[in-house]
């Protein structure tokens, strides 16, 4: 069993940036692929980041189309975390953010929510216009 905490989300103006972080229990951390999903009000919960389990230096990242370019994933297998850095930010960004967990052996990464078998209770994040 896995326990994903969330944490980082708040009110920030559009324009600005934030950092989320994902803090993750268990020992085999690097072998689980992450990511990130946002739930707006009255929408579905939808595909953000997603980051690839990790060993040394390879790792691979995959992001949505509307936040190429300003969103990064990463992780620290040594902290048992992953981050999502959002920088200029818009309005349409605001949603609760969810991070996610599965447990894989290969190198993909994961866009849909029936992939991931573990979820975090969410963190929300405003922004302002």
């Known amino acids: 069993q896995v326990q994903l905490v969330e944490s980082g989300g708040g009110l920030v103006q559009a324009g600005g940036s934030l950092r989320l972080s994902c803090a993750a229990s268990g020992r085999t951390f690097s072998s689980y692929a992450m990511g990130w999903f946002r739930q707006a009000p009255g929408k579905e919960r939808d595909f953000v980041a997603a980051i690839s389990r990790s060993a040394g230096s390879t790792v691979y990242a995959d992001y949505e189309d509307s936040v190429k370019g300003r969103f990064t994933i990463s992780r620290d297998n040594a902290k048992n975390t992953v981050y999502l850095q959002g920088n200029s930010l818009k309005p349409e960004d605001t949603a609760v953010y969810y991070c996610?967990?599965?447990?894989?052996?290969?190198?993909?990464?994961?866009?849909?929510?029936?992939?991931?078998?573990?979820w975090g209770q969410g963190t929300q994040v405003t922004v302002s216009s």
């Open positions: 996610a967990a599965r447990k894989t052996t290969g190198w993909g990464t994961f866009p849909r929510k029936d992939e991931y078998d573990y």
